[in-house]
């Protein structure tokens, strides 16, 4: 009997653990967005996270876009010869994008660039005592901290979601236009015929919840950061591993209610 | 008056405060000396409300401080902490005025500054180190900066955890000046934790000695030599024989 006790134990353990973890992230999350409706705001602060996240964001997500809207076109074109069906590529590009990859590889890259920072920032914070000290001068950490940074998530992220949408459809336009063959006016044509306008919406719906999932974790782990400077590897390291994970779950949980209305 | 009356608090199965109880007059200067990990710094931190305890309770001026008012509690204190804990993101005289450039003590900007560069004087630095960054400076500096930030609220009650750890022996001395002059010239009630015994002698009024999360013994500091305490006396002379055992 004592070896099933201990295979539920090693099953219950890490269930439990996880359970609890997301518990408390649940809380955290509430607790954010209570604070987010509260004064004091720190409007500093706040313009100072929308630049990082959103303007120091833009270079790595227009390369992104750029890159898979043209590699997306070859893929199309070469797939569909099989079939005929060369002449998709802007319609196929145009959807592939706002649908799905403009969001999904945003949100990754904000979970790189941003998630990575904010966890690394905050924990180094955190095991400096710079936390404790923000306390004891009377500023709340997760009004100074989290609240700013989660805002600009959500504000800042769905703008870039739009951007990389338009520059991924145009890295499928260059392509398209310059190797595949394809008439610069038709491709365009194509392009804004095909896209509805609840693909759009989706798409920057996509991004504000990836944002806040990127923003939100970052301050999470941050914050629950253990002791020196493997704590705040591992802090990091759990922060992008999470939101990453996150980012691609609610994907497919937004795609299934978006496109199913 | 800040009174600690069977405060305990525990990490798990390691008891680090078993019942401390202490009393820190207004205006005077308590300091808490003790081995590493023996709690020094939980005990401070508890009650500023930075850790919770598990039991017991703690009082400034009679009140609990788990039910005071947070903003208008923590307005009372300044704090220096061991490594500075500046903020690397601003330069040093945001880092000093910090609590006066928001919150309920906010002042005009060029008015924050003003007290800053004044603050930063009192410690001894050059207003030129008012744009600098916490990385730019040496960690004497960083230090004194700290001290600057805690008093530039004029709080009524200031702690000090650890201020001259890292420190050379000349740049302790002048942090210890500084802080006994401050003390003294602003009337505060002062905390401070070390095992620093000659900051002990240049800061105190009073000394306890925390122990196996419990105080040890407590007292003026003029009687500190003389206390026939054998966990103080191994501790004072820094003897590796006696009660205190060397590997914990």
Known sequence: ?261 | MIELDDVHKAFGSNKVLRGVNLRIDSGTSMVVIGGSGTGKSICLKSILGLVTPDSGTITLDGEDVTRAERDSFLARFGMLFQGGALFDSLPVWQNVAFRLLRGSLKRPKDEARAIAVEKLRRVGLKPDVADLFPAELSGGMQKRVGLARAIAAEPEIIFFDEPTTGLDPIMSGVINDLIREIVVEMGATAMTITHDMTSVRAIADNVAMLHNGVIQWTGPVSEMDRSGDPYLEQFITGSADGPIEAVR
Not at chain 1, 9 to 30: D, E, K, S, Y
Not at chain 1, 60 to 74: D, E, N, Q, Y
Not at chain 1, 84 to 107: D, F, K, W
Not at chain 1, 174 to 200: H, Q
Request: charged share 10%; proline share 4%.
């Open chain 1, 1 to 261: 009997m004592s070896w099933l006790f201990a295979l539920l134990a090693a099953i219950g353990r890490p269930v439990t653990g996880g359970l609890a973890t997301l518990g408390r992230l649940t809380i955290f999350a509430g607790q954010t967005l209570s604070h987010m409706l509260r004064p004091p705001f720190y409007l500093k602060e706040i313009l100072q996270s929308l630049l990082n996240v959103g303007y120091f964001s833009l270079p790595v997500v227009g390369m992104t876009a750029i890159f898979t809207g043209g590699a997306l076109a070859l893929q199309i074109y070469s797939g569909g010869a099989r079939f005929n069906a060369e002449a998709v590529v802007p319609q196929i590009v145009a959807i592939g994008m706002v649908r799905e990859l403009g969001p999904v590889l945003v949100g990754l890259m904000i979970a790189a660039r941003v998630t990575s920072s904010i966890a690394a920032e905050i924990a180094t914070m955190k095991v400096t005592e710079q936390i404790d000290a923000l306390v004891t001068l009377s500023t709340h950490p997760m009004k100074y901290l989290t609240v700013p940074r989660v805002l600009a998530g959500l504000i800042m992220v769905p703008l870039l979601v739009g951007i990389g949408d338009i520059i991924g459809i145009l890295g499928g336009y260059i392509v398209g236009t310059k190797s595949l063959g394809f008439n610069p006016a038709a491709y365009l044509k194509n392009t804004v015929d095909f896209i509805e306008m609840r693909d759009v919406i989706s798409s920057l719906i996509k991004g504000a919840a990836f944002g806040f999932i990127a923003t939100l974790l970052g301050c999470y782990h941050g914050m629950h950061t253990g002791r020196g400077a493997q704590g705040v590897g591992r802090a990091t390291k759990s922060a992008v591993e999470s939101a990453a994970i996150l980012i691609l779950a609610a994907n497919f949980l937004l795609t299934s209610i978006l496109f199913s209305l």
